[in-house]
């Protein structure tokens, strides 16, 4: 016997209200983002290259663990530079984002950082965190 194929619901990815059909309570972010004419995917997108972990993050990581373990001598510059954080945006921060709930503030942080990236892309001044929540 076969089975028919379905996609398991984990795999399904909608940016939209919570249900389809009901409409979501607007935020500053999808009111934004509608004015703007720019899609919540592109946003998703968007953080994923932002976001992502490079070798040079990597390397910067393992030296700031070397001078605290005392490996290394310390360096003022790198200890101010910040690596990637490697967690982007996803979807169901979108939703939640977009349907005016409650979103902590980092995922904030990587929203705005986002829509920046794509504002830039569309040759758009950027925007501050007030703008969108």
């Known amino acids: 016997m076969s089975r028919p ?7 399904v990815y909608y940016f ?17 983002l509608s004015t703007n004419k720019i899609d919540s995917r592109r946003v998703v997108l968007a953080s994923q290259d932002l976001e992502q972990r490079t070798e040079e993050d990597r390397k ?24 990637r954080s490697g967690r982007p945006v996803t ?10 709930q409650t979103i902590s503030g980092p995922v ?7 829509v920046n990236a794509v504002l830039v892309q569309k040759k758009k001044s950027e925007i501050t965190l007030r703008d969108l929540f």
């Open 5 to 11: 194929f379905a996609v398991p619901a984990r795999f």
């Open 91 to 100: 979807g169901a921060a979108m939703t939640k984002a977009l349907g005016g």
């Open 108 to 114: 904030k942080t990587r929203i705005v950082k986002a």
């Open 60 to 83: 910067l990581v393992a030296t700031k663990k070397a001078m605290k373990d005392g490996k290394a001598e310390k360096d003022e510059a790198v200890l101010k530079q910040k690596p």
């Open 16 to 32: 939209g209200p919570a249900k389809p059909g009901i409409e979501a309570h607007m935020s500053k972010l999808s009111d934004f």
